[in-house]
Each structure stands twice: as structure tokens, then as C-alpha cells.
């Protein structure tokens, strides 16, 4: 009773607003619909690279999180390879990216049996990420975003999770079936 | 004020990191939605078809953070009473759980024959029993089950279809890991414990 009295409270303090919008703001920073998706070619294994350009022609997900065994992610990339075949129903690609090195993403990959690529942007570290707004220098780890870019590479859709929550599949899911609709502003 | 404030966060934080650790972003936060509603005719539903309160879990029988959850669900039923039913969805992590799409097949074996809840329970119970069939099918005997149709159901994974369903419901209403509750239809990003779950239960009433 009393938390709830608390938390209305804090809602109208005008202070408090300030510091949500500050923190929006730069929040608000990921690569929004309608850009070009940053070209990168990252290491999937210590001698292979994988490159979004290589997928031009089908739509790709991109999932950035934060760290490699921390349980949040773990469930969010399992969840990931179980709706695997949903994705590929789109003819889709799912590209998973953090800052932790191959060594690493190799364990963590075979040990949640992930049936997709791990990239790490690891060396200059969190230079992808970045890229697509989606790193938290603080912290220095890439922020738990996604991102689903259609067969020319054009973002058209993203999305930053609040710290600590896991965003599931479900927003992924609509945004590949928004590609197949006519799109209102193909100028881009 | 800022002594509540204070105080509200220090219940919120600390437990684990799973929930939301910002203010700031749970605020213009909106958690996803149940995107199919329960029914009486297709859900397994424990509890008044008409109460107030509608709880859905989606889980998985393996899972440990299920089995953890699972004395939590018996709490808010026993807090809650006949203010709550319970609605349970299948939603086994086949890729880390070798045994949970048999253990939801054995449960909604037992559901063609009117014993879902008793089966479910037992499940939950015997987590660590879960790879030796003979174990659910003694209780299956136990309750009276038509043990032969009973086992020939599960072999010929007669309600695998309707688990992959509940599978894909979910994956469509943000189920993000196991346990995922829903409270009244939207999904709670909170602990999976008893009283953050009654909590947040009992704050739809207002």
C-alpha cells in the first residue's frame, strides 16, 4: 500500500519527469525505421567472418544483448532458436551480437544450442553497436536491441528493451510480416 | 516522500535482475499482451470461470524456474480463493529440455481423461522423475486412467499439435522464458514469487 502511494507520488514530481525525459533521450538513439543498416563484418567462429551484406536479398534480425550467460539473454536467445523456424518461414536471418569474444560466444552457442550466428563485436570493442546506437558506454556492453531489416537492408523496424527485460519474439514476429505489406514510403 | 520512494526501491531491487532495475524505463514501459484469450472450452482452467482475477502461466514441466514458481502459483491460489483462476499453457523448451514436450504430452493425456490438474501437480512434484515414463504412468494407474489409451496418446503424440500451439501463442504474446505470467492479460515482468504475483493480481482491482 504504501509502494503504491510512493509511486504515484513519484510520477508527479516534476523533477522526476525531467530526468525520464533526459534518460528518453538518449535512449532514443537506436537506428530508427528507414535508415540503411550499418554494414559490418564480424567474426562468427575465430576464422570466419559474417557480413550483413551477404544476406542482401532476405530480410535479417539483428538481436544486440547485453552478455553472454547472464540469465536474461539466456533465455532470450533460447526462446530465439526454438522460434527458428518461425523466423525462416520469412526466409529470415537471425544475427545475435555482443561484445564477447568468440571463445565465449562458442561455449555459450553450443551449451544453449543457439542454430544461429553469434557475432562478436569485440575488437574495437562495441564499434557495431555503435553504429546502430545500441551500445551503453557506461557499462561498455551493446544494449538488449532489435532490429529487422528487409531484403534491400533498410531498417524497418526497431526496438530497445528497458534494462533487465527480455523482449521475446512476438515484435519480431509482427515487423517480418509488416515487410510483406506494401510499404507506404518505398523512397527510401 | 523521498523516504517511500526509498523504500519502495529497495523492495523492488536486490532480489533479482531480472525485473525491470529503472524507474525510468518502466514508465513509458508497457508490458506485452495475452494475444489469445482464455477459454473455458480449450484452456485448462482451475478455479471460478467467472472470478475476478485471471492468472496464466505458460510453462514448461522441466524447467526449475517452473518448479520454483510452482508452490508460488499454490500460494496465490490459497491467498486469493475463489477471487482467482489459474489458467496453465504449454510452453516446453524442447532445445534445453529433452523431457518437456513428453512431460506436456503426458499432462494433456491425462487432460482427455478429466485429470490435467492432478497430473500437472504431480509433474511439478516428480521434476527430477521427469525421464522415466513408468513414474507418471503408475500415477496414471493410480488414478484410475485408462492406462492403455492413456500411453498410446502420448506415443502417437496426439496433442503434440495443440502443445505447439500453446507454444505459439505464447511466442506471439511475448512469452520471453519460463515461467511467463500473464495478470489479467498482461504480462508480469515481475517475479515469479507469491507476493509480487498477488500483488500485482491485486492491483487490477483498483
Not at chain 1, 2 to 12: D, F, I, P, Q, T
Amino acid at each position: 500500500m504504501r509502494k503504491l502511494e510512493s509511486k504515484g507520488a513519484v510520477r508527479n514530481r516534476p523533477r522526476r519527469l525531467l530526468k525520464t525525459k533526459r534518460i528518453m533521450k538518449t535512449e532514443a538513439s537506436v537506428l530508427g525505421p528507414g535508415k540503411a543498416a550499418p554494414n559490418f563484418s564480424l567474426n562468427s567462429t575465430p576464422d570466419q567472418k559474417v557480413s550483413l551484406n551477404d544476406f542482401r536479398g532476405q530480410p535479417v534480425i539483428l538481436a544486440f544483448y547485453p552478455a553472454d550467460w547472464s540469465p536474461v539473454c539466456t533465455d532470450q536467445l533460447s526462446l530465439y532458436a526454438m522460434v527458428m523456424p518461425e523466423f525462416k518461414k520469412f526466409n529470415a536471418e537471425l544475427l545475435a551480437i555482443s561484445v564477447d569474444n568468440i571463445w565465449s560466444h562458442l561455449a555459450f552457442a553450443k551449451d544453449r544450442k543457439l542454430n544461429f550466428p553469434v557475432l562478436a563485436d569485440f575488437e574495437p570493442k562495441g564499434s557495431i553497436s555503435k553504429k546502430y546506437g545500441a551500445y551503453k558506454e557506461k557499462i561498455g556492453e551493446s544494449a538488449r536491441a532489435l532490429f529487422v531489416i528487409d531484403h534491400k537492408g533498410i531498417i524497418r523496424w526497431s526496438h530497445l528493451s528497458p534494462d533487465g527485460i527480455n523482449p521475446g519474439a512476438d515484435g519480431i514476429l509482427s515487423a517480418l510480416e509488416n515487410l510483406n505489406k506494401p510499404q507506404p514510403s518505398e523512397n527510401s | 516522500m523521498s523516504g517511500t520512494t526509498t523504500v519502495a526501491r529497495k523492495k523492488t531491487t536486490g532480489k533479482t535482475l531480472l525485473e525491470p532495475t529503472s524507474k525510468e524505463t518502466t514508465e513509458k514501459y508497457q508490458a506485452p499482451k495475452l494475444e489469445i484469450p482464455v477459454t473455458l472450452e480449450r484452456d485448462h482452467v482451475e478455479g471460478p470461470a467467472n472470478a475476478a482475477l485471471t492468472l496464466v502461466e505458460y510453462g514448461d514441466y522441466q524447467c526449475p524456474y517452473c518448479g520454483a514458481a510452482y508452490p508460488e502459483v499454490k500460494k496465490v491460489q490459497k491467498e486469493l480463493g475463489s477471487e482467482l483462476r489459474f489458467v496453465f499453457r504449454n510452453f516446453p523448451l524442447t532445445n534445453m529440455h529433452e523431457h518437456a514436450m513428453n512431460a506436456a504430452e503426458t499432462a494433456e493425456a491425462a487432460s482427455a481423461q478429466g485429470k490435467f490438474w492432478l497430473m500437472h501437480d504431480f509433474l511439478y512434484e516428480h521434476q527430477a522423475t521427469l525421464g522415466d515414463p513408468s513414474v507418471a504412468l503408475g500415477y496414471a494407474k493410480r488414478l484410475g486412467l485408462d492406462t492403455q489409451r492413456f500411453e498410446r496418446e502420448i506415443a502417437q503424440h496426439t496433442y503434440q499439435k495443440r502443445i505447439r500451439e500453446d507454444f505459439m501463442s505464447g511466442v506471439r504474446s511475448g512469452v520471453n522464458g519460463t515461467p511467463t505470467f500473464y495478470v489479467n492479460g498482461v504480462r508480469h515482468d515481475g517475479d515469479a514469487v507469491a507476493k509480487a504475483l498477488i500483488q500485482a493480481l491485486n492491483q487490477t482491482k483498483k
